[in-house]
């Protein structure tokens, strides 16, 4: 399996204060955990994004805000997201990851394409940085995608909701968004209610789960939800807004997922769409050992190349059980599942 992997040394240069958790650490880690994964890497610079595209989820006014933010020194967008000068180029480059990922997997240059990208994206609203994030990678992603006729499933599965995707895909019926996330908690929505509206309706689904949530849940919510739903839409691509923070071992959250679940939920996602049509962005994951562990773990899921015996750690409570029921309940209006 060949995988693009996506960067530039300009995402190493954004820099959120010593003491912060985004920190450029984690992209060596991850770019560790590529390089053990039983896979062929194939090398691609990231380019800055194309105005018109970024536009097309940003306003303008955001966008220029932010380029004269940086280009003043920078400072805090918000209570834990900072920005630099260089955060700027980091910032454009990392939204043009994954157009760049799709021209290149459309030319058959790769299977796959991991997007190693900072800062991440999930939260970025339109006109608005929150949660570390300044654009967001995967929405625009999927926005030229759209723009050329395709559908496209969005799989999150960073311990956080990602508001910022949910809110820009919130009508939009081209684009289903799947996040299965640890509620309560930051940054605050995602409850199994939020469906979408208009075109939209039933094209988002939210998975939440309470803090101590391990494997089994995300497997079954996989097996009863995800994958039912995904092969009824039919996507043309799937993006996966890939976060290593449900890690057992991650300090900012409470779920406890190990390296086997997330081959797991990667190799679940293998034959939904062909190959050459998957990109994967890195989104959040603050334990160092933890993101490498389970990139590596990710890239042998998507390669086929798993223990089908590897199990979870632990097992989840009854009250993780009913919410996973009551979540099929709820998604059940829409689409048929398990």
């Known amino acids: 399996m060949r995988v693009l992997a996506v960067g ?23 770019r560790a955990g590529l390089e053990i994964a039983p896979v062929e ?68 240059d790769a299977d796959a394409a991991f997007c190693l990208v900072r800062p991440p994206g999930h939260h970025a609203l339109a006109n608005r940085a929150m949660g ?60 199994l209610d939020e469906f979408g509206y208009g075109p939209g309706s039933g094209k988002t689904i939210n998975i939440p789960v309470p803090a101590r949530t391990t494997g089994d849940i995300y497997r079954e919510a ?41 081959a797991y939920m990667a190799n679940s996602l293998v034959g939904l769409v062909p190959a050459g049509r998957t990109v994967v962005f890195l989104e959040g994951g603050y334990d160092l050992d933890a993101v490498r562990d389970s990139v590596a773990a990710t890239f042998a899921g998507f390669a086929g190349v798993i223990d089908p015996n590897a199990r979870s750690h632990g097992e989840s409570d009854a009250g993780a059980w009913r919410s996973l029921e009551m979540v099929e309940r709820a998604v059940g209006e829409f689409w048929e599942v398990r």
């Not at 300009?10 to 650490?25: A, I, K, T, V």
């Open 222 to 262: 996989f097996r009863r939800v995800v994958l039912p739903v995904a092969r009824q839409f039919g996507p043309d691509w799937i993006l996966v807004s890939s976060g290593y923070d449900a890690h057992r071992a991650d300090p900012l959250a409470e779920v406890m997922l190990v390296e086997a679940d997330y």
């Open 41 to 108: 890497i194939v090398e691609l610079e990231a380019p800055r994004i194309a105005s018109a595209v970024l536009q097309r989820l940003h306003t303008a006014e955001y966008v220029t805000a932010i380029e004269g933010f940086c280009a003043a020194g920078g400072g805090a967008l918000d209570s834990d997201t900072y920005a630099v000068v260089e955060s700027w180029e980091a910032a454009i480059r990392s939204a043009g990851a994954g157009p760049a990922a799709v021209d290149r997997l459309v030319a058959g």
């Open 132 to 191: 570390f994030c300044i654009f967001n990678n995967a929405a625009l992603t999927a926005r030229y995608l759209t723009d050329m006729g395709q559908k496209v499933l969005i799989v999150d599965w960073d311990v956080h909701h990602g508001n910022g995707t949910q809110d820009l895909f919130i009508s939009d019926g081209n684009v289903l968004y799947i996040s299965v996330h640890q509620f309560p908690f930051y940054p605050g929505g995602g409850w």
């Open 8 to 30: 530039h040394p300009s995402f190493m240069l954004h820099h959120q204060g010593n003491w912060h958790p985004e920190r450029p650490d984690r992209l060596n880690a991850a």
